[in-house]
């Protein structure tokens, strides 16, 4: 038994049995970990009574300090939900393993022959709030990739996660792989989260999961590399070439579909060009569908429209709200994004290709979207199969995060007793 | 002209107009790009005499500090070594673009297509020590890779690099792209690198070219990621089923065709099997060519060898000095290269491809060699025409870095006016 009240110990010595396990795994075989993952669906799927009763001790705990309805909900576990999440581990075990795959070879004159082969980060560090999914789908894809993860999850979840995470911890046994490699910090002490934040020798990257409170701080604090994105200030413009009912039903979706999703749009800029032919019977549209819209004073005009300030221009409401101003060009739309953007996911509708080639040369969001929905900002729209988060930094990885982003790389150069002149 | 006295506004102008370049060169037609370059090359060529002048009054200053013989002829710069300046500048120019390059692409069941695009990161700082080309090779590479850069010479290189930095800004000029893409900190005052290693909103990574004093210090200090290596402890491991006459070759090339490189040799560990049959010809051939061997207790029964203590195990000589010692296995050569090793670039020697796969999947070096001479571990070697440096982390970049690693990339999704079920 660990000793909890000793946090920096506890966690390095986490992190060093993590960093042990690391090394096993970077050479584990494709099969063993194919295994591992349908194992833990399998014990999972034979412990769903058992796992139900721990969210109910969560559930409780939840109501006792008065948790949201909406978290309440995301909180919960039921036998759908929890067959959703065997079946989520059994997709990621499906996929291709991406350790060991060449990425590129290719020879040279002096006789070397080189790989850059694919290889794992080492150790994944997650911190996450109160969905208790996130305990498998991470613990999944930091596996699949071959790295060990040190695994976090918020105190509203804390015996529901642990009772997912016995069942990744079987199946690791079941492969005869190391068990460190998926580890669960046993404590509810945030001073656990702190120390993973310093820990630069022993975690390679930490990927959080949750509000902007979580993310923010792990941004600001952490001395660690972080994949993450802090909003998804999203924006959708209407060009002066765009498509009538392409419009509408796109700007629908982006608002409407999902509005707590990273990938909702938040903002709508239309060319003045298209105001009157597109714009007003889109805006018209979104307030028939409940959606509050904060206009500038030309769009004002329409009825239903509530005036925006300077605050919402750059707010990720997350809600039936949606801020809207008119440009007059698309260069004021590119300024606008840039200006106000997050770097997440951008969007023009236009049938016209110059200017749909100068929305997609001039920004620089992870994602840039022409003619469809912003909700398809997503791991599994993109066919990556699972994510484990969006990232809007520059530095290795960006947009939806699968199994493939978590690795590295190194180069097998062969030669025939070469040497350099 | 700046104010040289308030160091962090300096340099947060600096920044500021390194943003601003690097959005502009973000969508800079390539042809842009390489005019600027071959324009920076005519320029320097035209100026080879002022530029010898800058550098005499380097070279003044380099003696009044005593510099040693080394450093002092790394400083020097003639009509031969500005010219091979140039003959850089023009490769770097001819090389493909990788900015906008398509790396991946494919469509979706939901009707969306999906193109992942090379972008650059942003803004590079390089810190770099006397060396004055890597002021003319850094800001080439930097610019082909779509980035804008600061860079911070050296103290002894202050004029020579002034002189060389004010041909590219020449170049950039007479391809009309923006003169703040490539900007040197014109300052010796050491308070200059503390700012560039905490500006994260404005410098996206950098990079230190030179001893393990400056790139310790970045890497300890640094709050923007750092592309670097700190030490190239290099292992060269002759295995039981090694070819003696590539061993041979291939040790002596490692070790002594320059020892000042990172990729120079640092440590010879020699299988139990292979020490009368191959081992002792190749200790013998070392010590008679001026190498200083420094043995474990068996190899000090060959004349010559002398005794290694604990700390020759994981030492960079870059020197003609050489640890050596004999393994059991090619278990206790993985075990003590991952003990003793800087994940830079090792090496085995042998026929057995068995052997061969378990040194490359056991180990993590950003480079593995089988029978080839650690020496090629270069960018120029591996077929990138330029390196800015050689990185050993896991993130990012690795290995040597090219303008193809001084990327990013960011995803352009096409549909039909396509909305998410």
Known sequence: MKDLTDIPAMMDEIGRKARAAAAELAFAPAEAKRRALEAAADALAARTDAVIEANAQDL??????????????????????????????????????????????????????????????????????????????????????????????????????????????????????PEDAIQRVPTRDRAAVSEMLGMVDLIDVIVPRGGKGLVGLVQREARVPVFAHLEGIVHIYVDAAADPVKTLDVVLNAKTRRTGICGAAECLLIHRDALDTIGQGVVRALVDAGV??????????????VPASEDDWGHEYLDMILAARVVDDIDGAIA???????????????????????????????????NA?????????????????????????????????????KYLVTGEGSVRR
Chains 1, 2 share one sequence.
């Not at 694919?118 to 990739?145: F, H, M, Q, W």
């Not at 900002?377 to 520059?394: N, P, S």
């Open 60 to 177: 409780a705990y939840g109501r006792d300090k008065g948790l949201s309805p909406a978290m309440m909900d995301r909180l919960t576990l039921d036998a759908g939900r929890i067959a959703a999440i065997c079946d989520g581990l059994r997709t990621v075990a499906a996929q291709d393993d991406p350790i060991g795959a060449t990425i590129a070879e290719w020879d040279m004159p002096s006789g070397l022959h080189i790989r850059r082969v694919r290889t794992p980060l080492g150790v994944v560090g997650v911190i996450y709030e109160s969905r208790p999914n996130v305990t498998a789908d991470a613990g999944a894809l930091c596996l699949k990739s071959g790295n060990a993860v040190i695994l976090r999850g918020g105190s509203e979840s804390f015996h529901s996660s642990a009772a997912i995470h016995d069942c990744l911890v079987e199946g690791l046994r079941a492969a005869s792989l």
């Open 292 to 305: 509050e819209v904060r206009g500038d004073a030309e769009l004002q005009q329409i009825e239903g429209v």
């Open 336 to 370: 606008h994004i840039r200006r106000y953007g997050s770097n997440h996911t951008d969007c023009i509708l236009t049938e016209d290709d110059a200017a749909a080639e100068r929305f997609f040369t001039r920004l620089d969001s992870a994602i840039l979207m022409r």
């Open 373 to 409: 929905s912003t909700q398809f900002a997503d791991g599994g729209e993109f066919g990556m199969g699972a994510e484990i988060g969006i990232a809007t930094g520059k530095m290795h990885a960006r947009g939806p995060v699968g199994a493939e982003q978590l690795t590295s790389f």
